[in-house]
């Protein structure tokens, strides 16, 4: 069991940057590949990014590449998701999942484990 509570959103101009952490509990945070997902009103869950369960493979949506960065420790059991150059189309709710597994991997439906959720809105 993985116990995951994200936390950094809020309300933000565009071309600003925000910091969004997930803390993670309960087992083996090294064991899991954490992946950050975001959902806006009326649409499907969208990946965003993911990290390796040691940091060392990173993969990113097209939409973000360049202006997001994923991080982890695995001593502070926490990832983090750099969010630079914010665009109003970044407004959703964000989402860090846990999967257990060597792989990058960007399907939703895969993760195990999912945090409750931080809002980012960014006003144009």
């Known amino acids: 069991q993985v116990q995951l509570v994200e936390s950094g959103g809020g309300l933000v101009q565009a071309g600003t940057s925000l910091r969004l952490s997930c803390a993670a509990s309960?087992?083996?945070?090294?064991?899991?590949?954490m992946g950050w997902f975001r959902q806006a009103p009326g649409k499907d869950s969208e990946f965003v990014a993911v990290?390796?369960?040691?940091?060392?493979?990173?993969s990113y949506a097209d939409s973000v590449k360049g202006r997001f960065t994923i991080s982890r420790d695995n001593v502070q059991n926490t990832v983090w998701l750099q969010m630079n150059s914010l665009k109003p189309e970044d407004t959703a709710v964000y989402y860090c999942?846990?999967?257990?597994?060597?792989?990058?991997?960007?399907?939703?439906?895969?993760?195990?484990?999912w945090g409750q959720g931080t809002q980012v809105t960014v006003s144009s």
């Open positions: 999942a846990a999967r257990r597994t060597i792989m990058v991997d960007p399907t939703p439906a895969d993760y195990d484990y």
């Open positions: 309960g087992s083996t945070f090294s064991s899991y590949a």
């Open positions: 990290i390796s369960h040691n940091g060392d493979n990173t």
